[in-house]
């Protein structure tokens, strides 16, 4: 469900973006966001926003899929915190350069 989210962001911005219908000038995208909760969970599977950003819409992709290896740590949060650092370290988080921030850079520029 995020990821059809970002593509109707996308579309929408590529197809001319939000447009004064009076005047027919078009706005610049400046926020986005997604949101996606099961409403089984205490945490949403997918809280991220991008504000005040020239690329709003692309940035909050970078952003989306920049956080899509760590389900696994917000799902071992939610339901293992006894067992939290065994669970994420079988299914490998730790060693995703994700999870390193100076591995990754989520400031591109288009």
């Not at 973006?17 to 409403?39: I, M, N, R, Y």
């Not at 079988?90 to 390193?100: C, I, K, Q, S, T």
């Amino acid at each position: 469900l995020g990821d059809r989210i970002i593509q109707a962001l996308e579309a929408g911005r590529d197809t001319g973006g939000q447009g004064d219908a009076k005047t027919g000038k078009h706005w610049p995208e400046l926020s986005c966001a997604v949101f996606v909760a099961d409403g089984q969970n205490p945490y949403p599977e997918v809280d991220l926003r991008v504000d005040y950003h020239p690329h709003a819409i692309a940035q909050l992709r970078r952003l989306y899929e920049y956080s899509l290896p760590l389900r696994h740590y917000y799902e071992g949060m939610q339901n293992h915190p006894d067992k939290f650092w065994a669970f994420i370290e079988e299914r490998g988080v730790l060693d995703m350069p994700h999870f390193h921030a100076d591995e990754v850079d989520i400031e591109q520029t288009d």
